[in-house]
Nanobody
Framework: QVQIVESGGGLVQAGGSRRLSCLAE????????MGWFRQAPGKEREFVAA????????DYADSTKGRFTISRDNAKNTVDLQMNSLKPEDTAVYYC??????????????????WGRGTQVTVSS
């Protein structure tokens, strides 16, 4: 059974940093593209970042590029999201997701096969 569990959420001041971690179990982790999405109250879920199995490059939303860094450790089945220069508009529930295969669009939630339950990040001004 596949389980995806996020951790690391919490309250942080604007301008601060936070590191989220995601542990994926029950799947062949290195075969999956891993992504982070977020959803703020009253808004649709949006793409944050994604990383392919090679781990050498990441895809980022325009709103997170240059501030967030995604990384993965295939030996530990983990994917992390380092968030710097946080803004109040980054406040959301952050979700980790896994996509099987090579041809899906990393920024499109519909292509992902497995999701975690999310972790809340609140950025105070």
């Amino acid at each position: 059974q596949v389980q995806i569990v996020e951790s690391g959420g919490g309250l942080v001041q604007a301008g601060g940093s936070r590191r989220l971690s995601c542990l994926a179990e029950g799947l062949t982790f290195s075969s999956y593209l891993m992504g982070w999405f977020r959803q703020a109250p009253g808004k649709e879920r949006e793409f944050v970042a994604a990383i392919r199995w090679t781990g050498d490059t990441g895809d980022y939303a325009d709103s997170t590029k240059g501030r967030f860094t995604i990384s993965r450790d295939n030996a530990k089945n983990t994917v992390d999201l380092q968030m710097n220069s946080l803004k109040p508009e980054d406040t959301a529930v952050y979700y980790c997701a896994a996509m099987r295969g090579l041809f899906g669009e990393p920024s499109a939630a519909a292509y992902y096969d497995y999701w975690g339950r999310g972790t809340q990040v609140t950025v105070s001004s």
